[in-house]
């Protein structure tokens, strides 16, 4: 990229931005049935299905790239969360039962 002497990153210097350029046909640059891609490339809009095809196929192309634990990875994951679960699980009980303590302090634990 580029920068010109007013600051504008992209422009070649002197040359006018494509929003101040006056649109092709006369009118606001829009055509109909298009839309404006990345990078500014105009593309065509597809159906609603296509569009779903297009994801789906996305999707597992992503999915391929997955690259799946081993067995050992696996387990050391596993036992990890387990005792990171247990951990906070403790803390909160541990809390739980200070504030319950705390409460009946301050506020008495009698019966009627």
Same mark, same amino acid.
């Given at each position: 990229?580029?920068?010109?002497?007013?600051?504008?990153?992209?422009?070649?210097?002197?040359?006018?931005?494509?929003?101040? *350029?006056?649109?092709?046909?006369?009118?606001?640059?829009?055509?109909?049935?298009?839309?404006?891609?990345?990078?500014? *490339?105009?593309?065509? *809009? *597809?159906?609603?299905?296509?569009?779903?095809?297009?994801?789906?196929?996305?999707?597992?192309?992503?999915?391929?790239?997955?690259?799946?634990?081993?067995?050992?990875?696996? &387990?050391?994951?596993?036992?990890?969360?387990?005792?990171?679960?247990?951990? &906070?699980?403790?803390?909160?009980?541990?809390?739980?039962?200070?504030?319950?303590?705390?409460?009946?302090?301050?506020?008495?634990?009698?019966?009627?």
């Amino acid at each position: 990229m580029s920068q010109t002497s007013t600051g504008d990153v992209g422009e070649p210097h002197g040359g006018a931005s494509a929003a101040s *350029r006056p649109a092709e046909g006369g009118t606001d640059g829009r055509v109909e049935g298009r839309v404006e891609g990345r990078g500014g *490339r105009r593309t065509e *809009r *597809r159906g609603f299905f296509a569009r779903i095809a297009l994801f789906l196929r996305q999707v597992a192309a992503e999915l391929r790239k997955v690259v799946r634990p081993t067995r050992n990875e696996l &387990i050391t994951y596993t036992t990890v969360c387990m005792v990171f679960v247990a951990v &906070i699980m403790a803390y909160v009980a541990g809390l739980d039962i200070a504030f319950g303590k705390l409460v009946l302090l301050v506020f008495g634990g009698g019966g009627a």
